[in-house]
């Protein structure tokens, strides 16, 4: 098994800064994405951004210019620096990993952290 463990959400005012961060530990080869998603109560999940093993990463239109996305490989640990935040970015945002064992692909996701963009 997996586990993923995110962190670092919370309450912030417009134009405000924070930085969530996801371990994934457990039953891991190799893993071939990291990436962060986001729900918004009565919306469809989405991703935020994404980041694969070779660095390569992607981000939502919305957020690009001022979402960052990097990881730290040796700590199967990912981070999303947010800055700007608008109200619309409040939402869950839940970690996804894609990792491998013993040739099998294995989709993980994180219990989720709420951040909340509001004066």
């Known amino acids: 098994q997996v586990q993923v463990v995110e962190s670092g959400g919370g309450l912030v005012q417009p134009g405000g800064s924070l930085r969530l961060s996801c371990a994934a530990s457990?039953?891991?080869?190799?893993?071939?994405?990291m990436g962060w998603y986001r729900q918004a109560p009565g919306k469809q999940r989405e991703l935020v951004a994404r980041?694969?093993?070779?660095?390569?990463?992607n981000y939502v239109d919305s957020v690009k210019g001022r979402f960052t996305i990097s990881r730290d490989s040796a700590k199967n640990t990912v981070y999303l620096q947010m800055n700007s935040l608008k109200p619309e970015d409040t939402a869950v945002y839940y970690c996804?990993?894609?990792?491998?064992?013993?040739?099998?692909?294995?989709?993980?996701w994180g219990q989720g952290t709420q951040v909340t963009v509001s004066s």
């Open positions: 457990g039953s891991i080869d190799i893993i071939y994405a």
């Open positions: 996804n990993t894609l990792t491998g064992l013993v040739g099998a692909l294995h989709n993980n």
């Open positions: 980041i694969t093993s070779g660095g390569s990463t």
